[in-house]
């Protein structure tokens, strides 16, 4: 069993509602659980009715369950500041004005959510997850989740060629120190190489764990562009070597009784047998089996409706 869990896709399909049912049903199965939210929407909150940040936090009512929210835009700032303090203490005050105004600039770059989040996830993993036994995260939308769970094959290759530059730098810099006779500094020595392959380290240790201890669930609703969404996140997740063990279709319509028949229980079969398509060509045209089927609730999530959704799935946890 895969001690990372994820559960992803397109905005508003009710990530949320699955990933929290699974986390209760995870802590009533007997594993000391963590409930991650790297949704910017964060409404892990508002289902338990309990305020969370960004270190782990026990859900009141629930034994064996905690909960924490990665704030994406603090995240962001740390990730740059602790760049700022780095870069400051290996290159010379002259050029410090300029790296502050370079990494004001990386604040709005195309990335720089994903590199800050990312770094979050590693740590996560590697550090916070220590005390549990089951981690289960509540990703972001679809999009940003799969640029996200792409980068470790990405970023390992970047930094390769970046210590290959900064070699390459280093080699014409002591060339041209006319009168020494052996380098000041060299690929063995230089703290920057020390750090870009210290990350590379942490970057190799994330694909890893993604590919050998993770596992992920995606959740649609049964209508045409969730259900296209999801098929490319599956393709995309599967060419990257990840897991997807399974599908939830939430949010179906119920059936209205047979015996009415006026304007609204029209318009409700005829929904429900769209649906059913959708539902058919999920369950015979992709390459994962569906281990949910949740109907729509009408009123607000409550530790009942959490507990029905659990019931619902399909979804391996230890025994009781």
């Known amino acids: 069993m895969a001690r990372f869990t994820f559960f992803g896709g397109k905005g508003g399909v009710g990530k949320t509602t699955v ?13 000391e659980t963590l409930l991650v939210s790297t949704d910017p929407a964060h409404s892990t909150s508002d ?7 960004d270190t782990p936090t026990q859900v ?3 034994d064996g369950l905690s909960a924490m929210e990665i704030d994406p835009d603090a995240e962001v700032e740390a990730h740059l500041q602790g760049i700022r303090e780095q870069m ?9 004005n300029e790296i502050d105004r370079q990494i004001e600039m990386a604040h709005n770059t195309p990335g720089a959510y994903e590199a800050a989040l990312f770094d979050r996830l590693i740590h996560v993993m590697r550090e916070e997850s220590e005390p549990f036994d089951r981690v289960v995260f509540d990703t972001a939308p679809t999009g940003g989740t799969l640029r996200l769970l792409s980068l470790p094959e990405f970023l390992g290759d970047w930094v390769d060629r970046l210590v290959e530059k900064r070699q390459q730098s280093l080699d014409r810099y002591e060339m041209a120190a006319i009168g020494d006779t052996e380098p000041r500094v060299d690929a063995t020595t230089d703290p920057i190489i020390a750090r870009l392959r210290e990350r590379k380290e942490r970057f190799a240790f994330a694909g890893r764990t993604l590919r050998e201890d993770a596992v992920f669930y995606l959740v649609c609703n049964p209508d045409e562009l969730s259900v296209a969404e999801t098929r490319r996140a599956v393709e995309h997740l599967e060419a990257h070597e990840l897991a997807v063990a399974g599908l939830v279709v939430n949010k179906l319509t119920p059936e209205p009784d047979p015996e009415e028949d006026g304007t609204g229980a029209r318009y409700l079969r005829e929904r429900c047998a769209r649906e059913r398509e959708r539902v058919e060509e999920v369950e015979t045209t992709f390459s994962v089996p569906v281990v949910a089927r949740i109907a729509a609730r009408s009123g607000e999530i409550t530790p009942d409706v959490l507990d029905a959704v659990a019931a619902e799935l399909a979804v391996r946890t230890p025994s009781p």
């Open 19 to 31: 990933s929290a049912a699974f986390g209760v049903r995870s802590a009533n199965a007997g594993d």
């Open 47 to 53: 289902v338990f009715g309990q305020s969370f940040g």
């Open 60 to 62: 009141t009512g629930y």
């Open 88 to 96: 400051a203490e290996q290159v010379s005050q002259v050029v410090v």
